[in-house]
């Protein structure tokens, strides 16, 4: 027995140092784009003798966001990925809720037709969502970027596994209250489901803010250009130093890092109670 | 019994329009979302395929040209190149990413001190944005990069990993797996986590061994979840554009397009309008197989 007890402990413990050496190994090139992006630009190829660099350029960020209209890039697609991430909640929630508390003729097929709808991306439906967009005369507009990105199939099964497990007794209870459906969702199940909500919208803003493909299709004018755009072309450009780039990718990680941060604790439960155990 | 029979009719009437009152809302929650999806799912799927059997440059109507855009696409060696790719990419990174986010699962779930605070730490290659993560695996393939830097020990000398035609797609499969395999290692912790403590206690018993415990046990209580893995990140690798349009921009001689690149460069960079909604008819019939398994597997674990 108290051998036993001495091999568990040491197991736990000598294993902190391969975990953490390969955790190591895998956030290397995170370490690797932060630290670029204080080097100067000629030391771009000499990395692995200065990870920390001797001189931390900070100009390299302010000299970046200045080479292009990147502020305006950054508000682009923050004013895009935020009507996601609000539509989304919006009738994902409604969905969901519809989908997991109501019982009607073709129920089952509803779910099965919207959940087929991830066999449809924008990568597939390219050609005609852009004839669609442009027939709507939204080319080059906000609505016309974040138009056909604000359901997405995933959040909704994500809030329907996640609200079956609330005890319908609750909503038999409310309703024999007098109170209309509307107010159950508000009051009862919403409360309820906040967890869920905050993973569907941690990954629907994330998702939105990578979008690259469809704003390369539709955005043709700096005014509507979001950041990935504007990142590209900036590479693209002859003299633009690389150090500079890796500044805006820093840059661009700060937002997605701070929700996933913020909303750490929610993620967690978001993503072992809803349905992903299978 | 006249009156009670009547009680009831009137009571039943009244609990009929009482529930299909309810159904009304469920079906009003529902309403904006399958709109929705006929405008932007269906409808436009439809007209992938109306469109795929037509000559279209969206200057001129469409003009209708029966098979002509399918037999033509089947005799491109660019596309047979890009169907390949795509299917390499897909059949690689998903045994990649299942291996390794199973593997990492595992690793996490032994109970090492510290071990949510490195899963955390891993999971930041998933947050950061992928267009970052291709800008920086481009340098770290360089010749003079990272990823040779550190392979210099071994002695393989300079590797040319983007502009070897052999290297290039497992380049691609290696950052595709380094983004994705974290966000499935929490899948699979949230599956291994799910599984009675009783019996591994029961096998502790029995004295099993490592191996087995793991092979007969374990993987079986988890299968619905590898099998979810595998479906979801075919799924997701399927769809691939932004990781060989920005690290190989398709090369070298196109031993790392995909599909969903050449529906775009058929699309709107020759504006092929006809002949891209084929090839995205093709990647349809790719990604609906694997939609029709995660269905089948989805009802199988459904309880209504």
């Known amino acids: ?278 | 019994m006249l009156t009670i029979g009547r009680a009831q009719i009137s009571v039943s009437r009244w609990q009929l329009s009482y529930e299909s009152r309810i159904k009304f809302w469920g079906i009003l929650f529902i309403l904006p979302t399958i709109l929705f999806f006929l405008i932007f799912k269906y409808g436009p799927m439809i007209w992938a395929i109306y469109l795929s059997f037509t000559g279209y440059d969206i200057v001129t109507k469409p003009k209708y040209i029966g098979l002509s855009n399918y037999i033509s696409i089947f005799k491109d060696p660019i596309f047979l190149q890009a169907l390949n790719n795509t299917l390499v990419y897909i059949v690689g990174s998903t045994i990649a990413i299942t291996i390794i986010g199973l593997g990492l699962a595992l690793l996490i779930n032994t109970g090492i001190k510290a071990s949510r605070f490195f899963m955390s730490s891993m999971f930041l290659t998933n947050i950061m944005p992928i267009l970052a993560v291709c800008l920086v695996w481009r340098f770290l393939f360089h010749p003079h990069g990272l990823v040779n830097q550190f392979l210099s020990p071994l002695g393989l000398g300079r590797i040319d990993w983007l502009t070897n035609s052999y290297l290039a797609l497992p380049a691609i499969i290696i950052v595709t797996a380094w983004r994705f395999a974290p966000y499935f290692m929490v899948v699979f912790l949230a599956g291994l986590l799910a599984v009675p403590k009783e019996i591994y206690e029961a096998a502790d018993i029995d004295g099993v061994t490592p191996f087995s415990r793991f092979f007969r046990i374990t993987l079986p209580m988890i299968s619905p979840i590898v099998f979810f893995v595998v479906v979801v990140s075919a799924l997701l690798c399927a769809r691939i554009f932004l990781m060989p349009f920005i690290i190989t921009g398709g090369g070298p001689g196109g031993a790392t397009r995909v599909l969903s690149m050449l529906i775009y460069e058929t699309g709107f960079s020759y504006l092929k309008m006809g002949r891209a909604a084929a090839i995205s008819v093709i990647l349809f019939l790719i990604m609906m197989v694997f939609t029709i398994l995660q269905i089948r597997l989805f009802s199988k674990t459904e309880e209504y």
């Open chain 1, 1 to 278: 027995m108290k051998k036993q007890i001495a091999r568990f402990w040491t197991l736990e413990w000598l294993g902190v140092l391969p975990l953490g050496a390969l955790t190591f190994l895998v956030i290397l090139p995170i370490i690797w784009m932060i630290s670029t992006s204080f080097q100067s630009g000629d030391k771009m190829y000499q990395l692995t003798t200065e990870w920390i660099p001797s001189v931390f350029h900070w100009e390299n960020y302010p000299n970046g966001l200045s080479r292009s209209a990147f502020p305006l890039f950054f508000l682009n697609s923050f004013i895009v990925s935020a009507a996601v991430m609000i539509g989304n909640i919006i009738f994902c929630t409604l969905a969901g809720y519809g989908l997991s508390k109501y019982r009607f003729r073709g129920d089952k097929i509803i779910l099965l037709l919207i959940l087929s709808t991830l066999m449809l991306p924008l990568e597939v439906t390219l050609v005609p969502t852009f004839l669609i967009i442009r027939k709507l005369n939204w080319l080059n507009t906000y609505q016309g970027i974040f138009a056909p990105l604000l359901i997405d199939a995933f959040g909704i099964f994500l809030m329907r596994q996640f609200m079956l497990r609330i005890p319908t007794d609750y909503i038999e209870a409310a309703r024999i209250d007098g109170a209309g459906e509307f107010k159950i969702l508000w009051k009862i199940i919403i409360p309820q489901c906040k967890p869920a909500i905050a993973t569907m919208a941690i990954f629907s803003f994330r998702d939105s803010w990578d979008q690259f493909i469809w704003p390369l299709v539709i955005v043709s004018v700096d005014e509507y250009r979001t950041y990935p755009l504007g990142l590209v072309r900036f590479g693209e450009d002859y003299g633009n130093p690389p150090t500079e780039q890796m500044a805006i990718a820093v840059l661009a990680t700060i937002p997605v890092f701070l929700i996933f941060w913020i909303l750490q604790r929610s993620l967690r439960t978001g993503f072992t109670m809803s349905g992903l155990k299978g």
